[in-house]
């Protein structure tokens, strides 16, 4: 019995070592438009934060490694819209139901990025994860050096 627990304790053990090396360090987002070539917005993509570089990734093809030192600006911002399909939807089912669903809103997470290295001039913007926003925010903060600026606080006159 001894020799059961010992071998199923040491199965469990490679499991989880397994799963901690194949484990992936980047996030996924969507690709909303930019400076990256061949992508179309809508795309989603691995951003993978380094020490030295802000990389994108698709099928584990890099696409993009931005020198964190050439980033000028991080923005952030929200999309804020009204489930109006949703509600018309759940509507032909129950009326209340689409009423109540018509009422909630749902907010979409945007991060931009902008940058100079050298005569190269880029930018993009992504839509993230709601779960995963802050900690994009606080790892490009990081490893720029930069303060994400909130894009839904500045006002533009006409």
């Known amino acids: 019995m001894k020799l059961f627990r010992a071998f199923v304790a040491a199965l469990l053990c490679y499991a989880l070592s397994s799963a901690a090396l194949a484990a992936d360090d980047g996030y996924k987002v969507v690709y909303d438009g930019g400076s990256i070539q061949g992508l179309k917005a809508g795309n989603g993509?691995?951003?993978?934060?380094?020490?030295?570089?802000?990389?994108?990734?698709?099928?584990?093809a890099?696409?993009?490694?931005?020198?964190?030192n050439t980033v000028t600006e991080i923005s952030y911002g929200q999309d804020v819209h009204r489930r109006v399909g949703?509600?018309?939807?759940l509507a032909?089912?129950?009326?209340?139901?689409g009423a109540?669903?018509?009422l909630s809103k749902s907010k979409k997470h945007f991060?931009?990025?902008?940058?100079?290295?050298?005569?190269?001039?880029?930018?993009?913007?992504m839509q993230c994860d709601k779960n995963e926003y802050r900690?994009?925010?606080?790892g490009l903060e990081g490893v720029t050096g930069k303060k994400a600026v909130d894009s839904d606080a500045l006002t533009v006159k006409n």
């Open 86 to 89: 949703a509600a018309i939807g």
């Open 100 to 102: 109540l669903m018509a």
């Open 92 to 97: 032909v089912i129950s009326l209340g139901i």
């Open 135 to 138: 900690g994009i925010l606080s």
């Open 45 to 60: 993509v691995k951003l993978y934060i380094g020490n030295t570089s802000i990389r994108f990734a698709k099928d584990k």
């Open 62 to 68: 890099d696409l993009l490694a931005i020198p964190a």
């Open 111 to 125: 991060i931009g990025l902008t940058w100079v290295n050298g005569d190269s001039k880029g930018g993009l913007a």
